[in-house]
């Protein structure tokens, strides 16, 4: 399994082996027998997964294993022994083998884990070290239900593992080559007639031709989420060796990102006056005081912060109140169309009337057309962004745009 597949298993797995372990205790304590375990069978060898109790005395250890052939399990599988036998010294099959005065195995129930396609993951076990008699075919009925619930969970974390490992290998060459590229697209002040920035945009260039989030969705559901943001964060900063002085670049997080504490990965000798920190998050963020201190420090060194998408949800309102933010981004769904829509005038109007009690600065995101633009200088709104104004270019035509002459007034930078 690659190291990239590793950081996100654990954290995915987890949820279904707790469901195991649970579903092991269960039936040990209400059938009282000593152990309780689920085997695998992979490659001649019945291997531990789960066990209960979890205690260093059990003589079935998790990850243990031993050849298939001398095992319980095979034989029940293969109808050699009974699944349900309450003296196993009284069985001519069973007192055979060692582990049966070894242990001792006294009690033993074992029945087959099997999966959707009908193969046989393994065995879902249990046994005293006292014979039993008055185990029953419901006590084997009941081992069954359990047996084919196990085979469920099983059969589901198998198909998350896959999709775990199918979205890490399209993953990897965006975190370890050159399967990522920035893009910048140009921010123009309409009070200095010029390119004051731009917002760094990723594009996954080998892979599968889906929008960004499609991508750090998937990132954020392995759990590599923030390993692909930083590394975007990272290669976008690069610009600023390049683009003038006086231009900054505007990067996205979220905050949950933000939260885990790796941002001075990338800003760690930077020079933060010339960066905006974006904060995309659509969901509710439950701890906006943790998230302030994470980014004061960076704060005080220069860096700018910006809520990206105002306007877009009540998430994006919570962020402007909390964060008291430098910039505030107006999301596309706002501007469009906003010099026909007078719910959506009123309510830039009102981010703009927020933007002067508060001292924020109001960026204007999505603006294609000459009208949306007039709308929205006309309710004091002076920096505009969008197809209009400029696409997201490469690094060398983002330079270029730098010195495209004021003299031509707002243009199209395109």
């Not at 026909?340 to 009690?357: N, P, V």
């Not at 057309?369 to 006309?378: D, G, N, R, S």
Request: net charge negative; charged share 25%.
């Amino acid at each position: 399994m690659s190291e990239l597949l590793l950081e996100g298993v654990t954290s995915e797995s987890k949820p279904y082996q707790d469901s195991l372990l649970q579903m092991l205790a269960a039936i040990r304590r209400h059938l009282k027998m000593d152990v309780a375990f689920i085997s695998e069978f992979s490659e001649g060898k019945r291997v531990f997964r789960q066990v209960d109790p979890q205690t260093a005395d059990n003589p079935v250890q998790p990850g243990a294993g031993d050849p298939l052939e001398a095992s319980f399990c095979q034989r029940v599988v293969d109808g050699r022994l009974p699944e349900l036998i309450p003296d196993a010294r009284l069985n001519p099959v069973a007192a055979a083998l060692p582990p049966t005065h070894a242990l001792p195995v006294g009690a033993h129930l074992s029945v087959p884990i099997r999966m959707q396609d009908g193969s046989v993951y393994g065995t879902f076990c249990c046994f005293s070290r006292a014979a039993d008699n008055s185990l029953d075919e419901r006590d084997l009925n009941m081992m069954r239900v359990f047996a084919d619930v196990a085979g469920e969970l099983i059969e589901r974390e198998r198909m998350q593992a896959r999709r775990r490992e199918e979205i890490t290998l399209r993953l990897r060459p965006a975190l370890e080559d050159d399967g990522l590229a920035i893009v910048y697209q140009p921010i123009y002040d309409l009070v200095q007639h010029k390119v004051v920035g731009f917002e760094a945009l990723s594009r996954f260039v080998k892979g599968p031709e889906r929008s960004p989030d499609v991508w750090f969705s998937e990132a954020n559901e392995i759990g590599l989420g923030g390993r692909l943001e930083a590394h975007a964060v990272r290669m976008s900063l690069e610009g600023l060796r390049d683009l003038p002085a006086d231009i900054y670049v505007s990067v996205n997080m979220s905050p949950e990102h933000i939260l885990e504490g790796t941002m001075d990965q990338f800003f760690q000798g930077k020079a933060l006056h010339r960066v905006m920190l974006e904060i995309t998050e659509h969901a509710v963020v439950e701890h906006y005081d943790e998230l302030v201190r994470k980014i004061r420090p960076y704060r005080d060194r220069g860096l700018k912060v910006a809520v990206d998408d105002a306007g877009a949800g009540y998430s994006s309102f919570r962020h402007i109140l909390h964060l008291m933010p430098d910039r505030i981004k107006l999301d596309m769904s706002l501007t469009r169309n906003i010099d026909g829509d007078t719910s959506r005038r009123a309510l830039a109007a009102a981010f703009a009337r927020f933007s002067e009690e508060t001292g924020s600065a109001i960026v204007a995101e999505g603006v294609e057309t000459a009208a949306e633009m007039h709308t929205l200088q006309a309710l004091g709104v002076t920096r505009i962004q969008g197809f209009y104004i400029g696409r997201p270019v490469a690094l060398p035509a983002a330079i270029q745009l730098c010195s495209a002459d004021p003299a031509n007034g707002m243009g199209k930078l395109h």
